[in-house]
């Protein structure tokens, strides 16, 4: 290895792995290292780098100087950030920068640099206490890049919380002004302008605004929030934007979810406005701070995020975006399939052949979600925010696999949409290079005290089941209109006072459908601009008998709860109350 400063190199020999629509000539490998910047270009891009920062300034493209937001400095286009936090402090928003930088790897296929941040006792208080290494891989004959990033908090540290981390990328607003994060989640986006106050109007949190004098007039009348546009993690696999003079694609893939936390239906960014596009490895949102990982007594922890990829395709026809986006998911499917990846120099990432796997003939629970996170209580993977997860859908006969598992000790978790509870498989599986591990049959019986007497809803960790109020016609975002996940529009949470106005939602056994009379949240009722009331909801039933001296046991799955709580208190009668209270 060596100082990036003293190296710059060119090869003329290269391969081809592009699959973009509109391919170009390659013309080998190249590295430039400046004073304050570092240049790699294999021929199809040429990507940017700050030295020693490793702060993304520049990615050049199909006759594009720049794909990036050039108008904004050079710390705010292209970077991995972090918040965090000391115990009982406030959050720190942190963008990465390293003050060490070094060619890790250089031949006729592949350049790797590494830029990295060193802590030390002098720095307690003013950087999060990790050594941070952020890598950059690039491909000869790839349309694109890879990152991936290697934190380390040593023994004996000290202790901290960390909120988020992500890569973000700020594109450029005369370029890029369509937006896709799934196949029907496609748009024209608004500006960044038309979220100021002279274009806009305030909601009720900061990411919410009422477009009122858009520049584009079509867009008049319509909400934009961020939260409108995340997804769960396991369908988060390629999102970004198109500029459609030069047809240009910019794509953030993610092959592997392993580094996420949460597990597969954890909720989180994509894109949005910006027009930004996220890589997102772990965060609070949409769970508050059961998925903020502490680290406390000095304890050891070594993680890797990534390597994300990337992607940049062109095509010759600008007037369908959908070729681009086509284009995209079969790159998305080609990294899945190379995962994990053989490229990364460091270590810390495993290979392949560093991996293990299990397998099962037969779990009884056909679809399945099967999962590998680290060991703990049933369910605890909702909330494991520091290791390592690997997850699988068993087929309908109930087989399933998890493959490429990284060595280290795991519990076997699963549940079953339509079936309350969770199973854990009472063993610790240790997960060794090459290991093959068969469980056999495994049987889950959905916990059960007693017969069903009645049951509100599907336990799928959906409410997708309930009632969806129409928005208010005021505060729409046309995307969502008619749409599956209409439950993503704006301010749904006040149209129960106003289907509810006097009194609270009563469900009647054997009389009320769930699709229509049982709202999708449990709300708090609005008496004011900053006043909340708690509201009391009533499930009433009929049993022709009473067992006395039985116990009666009522199971209530919830799908997120932030800053907020869920009562059921006893009552001799046999109406049940459910009571939110506002904090």
């Known amino acids: 290895m060596a100082s990036l400063r003293k190296l710059s190199a060119a090869f003329s020999s290269c391969c081809s792995c592009s699959r973009e629509p509109h391919k170009m000539a390659t013309v080998g490998l190249r590295l430039e290292a400046k004073e304050r910047h570092i240049v790699i270009d294999n021929g199809i891009l040429q990507l940017t780098l700050t030295n020693p920062g490793g702060l993304i300034t520049g990615i050049r493209y199909n006759g594009i100087d720049n794909l990036l937001e050039v108008i904004n400095k050079e710390g705010n286009r292209g970077y991995w950030d972090l918040v965090w936090n000391e115990p009982q402090g406030s959050g720190i928003f942190d963008v990465i920068e390293g003050t060490h930088s070094e060619l890790i790897y250089q031949d006729e296929t592949q350049i790797e640099v590494s830029f990295t941040r060193k802590w030390e006792p002098s720095l307690q208080g003013k950087h999060v206490p990790l050594n941070i290494d952020k890598r950059f891989v690039v491909l000869c004959g790839c349309s694109g890049f890879y990152t991936y990033g290697i934190y380390e908090h040593l023994e004996g540290w000290p202790d901290f919380d960390m909120a988020e981390t992500r890569v973000a990328f700020k594109l450029r607003k005369d370029k890029f002004q369509y937006m896709a994060i799934a196949g029907d989640r496609q748009r024209f986006m608004p500006m960044p302008e038309d979220r100021m106050p002279n274009r806009s109007q305030k909601l009720a949190y900061p990411e919410a605004v009422l477009l009122t004098n858009p520049i584009n007039n079509e867009l008049k009348a319509e909400v934009d929030d961020k939260y409108q546009y995340s997804c769960e993690d396991k369908d988060i696999k390629v999102h970004g934007w198109i500029c459609f003079k030069p047809p240009v694609g910019f794509w953030q893939i993610t092959p592997s979810n392993e580094f996420r936390t949460g597990g597969p239906v954890k909720q989180e960014l994509t894109s949005h406005v910006g027009p930004t596009t996220l890589a997102m490895f772990m965060s609070a949102h949409y769970a508050g701070v059961d998925l903020v990982p502490k680290f406390r007594n000095g304890e050891y922890w070594k993680k890797v995020f990534g390597p994300v990829f990337i992607y940049l395709n062109s095509a010759m026809d600008d007037t369908d975006p959908r070729v681009l986006w086509e284009d995209a998911k079969l790159q998305a499917q080609t990294e899945m399939d190379s995962w994990p990846y053989q490229f990364p120099v460091s270590e810390d990432f495993q290979k392949s052949e560093q991996r293990g796997y299990i397998n099962d003939d037969y779990l009884y629970a056909n679809a399945a979600f099967v999962g590998l996170a680290l060991p703990g ?207």
Not at 387 to 412: C, K, P
Not at 440 to 456: A, C, V
Not at 481 to 503: I, M
């Open 377 to 583: 209580e049933p369910g605890s993977w909702q909330r494991e925010c520091k290791g390592y997860q690997f997850w699988t859908m068993a087929d309908d006969e109930g087989n399933f696999s998890i493959h490429n598992v990284r060595t280290g000790d795991y519990n076997l978790y699963a549940w079953v949409p339509g079936f309350i509870g969770d199973y854990k498989l009472e063993i610790t599986l240790t997960i060794t290079s090459g290991s093959q591990i068969d469980l056999g049959d495994l049987i889950y019986e959905p916990p059960r005290d007693g017969p069903t007497l009645w049951e509100i809803g599907i336990p799928d960790r959906s409410a997708a089941e309930f009632f969806i109020p129409d928005p208010n016609p005021n505060f729409i975002n046309k995307l969502y209109v008619n749409h599956c996940d209409r439950f993503r529009q704006y301010g749904l949470w006040e149209r129960y006072a106003e289907l509810y106005p006097d009194s609270d939602l009563i469900y009647t056994i054997g009389v009320s459908d769930y699709t229509k009379d049982w709202f999708f949240a449990h709300v708090t009722r609005k008496a004011g601009d900053n006043c909340h009331q708690p509201t009391t909801w009533q499930i009433k039933f009929h049993l022709d008998t009473i067992d006395k001296t039985g116990m009666y046991k009522l199971r209530v799955a919830l799908a997120s709860a932030t800053l907020s709580e869920l009562q059921a208190p006893h009552r001799p009668h046999m109406s049940l109350t459910f009571l939110r209270s506002a904090i």
